[in-house]
């Protein structure tokens, strides 16, 4: 059973454009969640997606950034015009069907993203 | 909200000597708390969580943690550290079906 897969693991960007990552869950799991890690901090959550519905996106910057989970395939977080300040490196987790409080989450090995 | 607080962003350890991160968490219902390693460009792999079964919690690689409700404390400890566990160490709490993280820890273990 494979676990949570993330690519790219590695992006570069130049200002101004787009990054998209991908984020394909565990099997058997309809939870993702998007974390971002700066230097030095911890994990900041993003958003928590189940399939084709946005649960919780408290944790969006409101400008730039958009997250999806289709029927079929990947979730997909998007940034659009990318800055300096979006470099990070980016998690995705997921979580089984039933989840509940005491679930815990799986996490890919993330995306470095550097914007140059 | 729940979270959670991680004192010390470093801790540096002799290699076989006890192994102390802590963690307080704030809650206003009975919390459900985690304890993750990040090892160098890696994900987050779990290392133990309480779900309220008992209050001393074992897992993976000699590790555990004690859920001390009086104190709002989930410390982790290892009785002899190894130069492979050297890593970060991050505590979280379950809040609205998401994980909130501390700031981490960044364990360091020398020979």
């Known amino acids: 059973n494979a676990g949570v897969m993330q690519n790219p693991r590695h992006l570069v960007r130049r200002r101004g454009q787009e990054a998209r990552l991908r984020c394909s869950p565990m099997k058997g799991h309809s939870h993702v969640y998007w974390y971002r890690q700066l230097p030095e901090e911890g994990l900041k959550f993003m958003v928590y997606?189940?399939?084709?519905?946005?649960?919780?996106e408290s944790g969006m910057p409101k400008e730039r950034f958009s997250a999806e989970f289709p029927k079929e395939g990947p979730s997909i977080l998007r940034i659009q015009q990318v800055v300096r300040g979006d470099s990070a490196a980016y998690f995705c987790?997921?979580?089984?069907?039933?989840?509940?409080?005491?679930?815990?989450?799986?996490f890919g090995q993330g995306t470095r993203l550097t914007v140059v | 909200a729940q979270s959670v607080t991680q004192l010390g962003s470093h801790v540096s350890v002799s290699e076989g000597a006890l192994v102390l991160l802590r963690c307080n968490y704030s809650?206003?219902?009975?919390?459900?708390l985690f304890w993750y390693v990040q090892y160098p460009n890696q994900g987050l792999q779990l290392l133990l969580k309480?779900?309220?079964?008992?209050?001393l919690v074992k897992g993976i690689n000699g590790f555990e943690a004690e859920f001390k409700k009086s104190e709002t404390s989930f410390h982790l400890t290892k009785p002899s550290a190894h130069m492979s566990d050297a890593a970060e160490y991050f505590c979280a709490v379950s809040s609205l079906q998401k994980l909130v993280f501390g700031t981490g820890t960044r364990l360091l273990v020398s020979p």
């Open positions: 997606l189940q399939k084709e519905n946005i649960i919780d």
């Open positions: 309480y779900t309220s079964a008992a209050t």
């Open positions: 809650s206003s219902v009975p919390p459900y």
């Open positions: 987790a997921s979580s089984p069907d039933r989840s509940g409080r005491n679930t815990e989450a799986f």
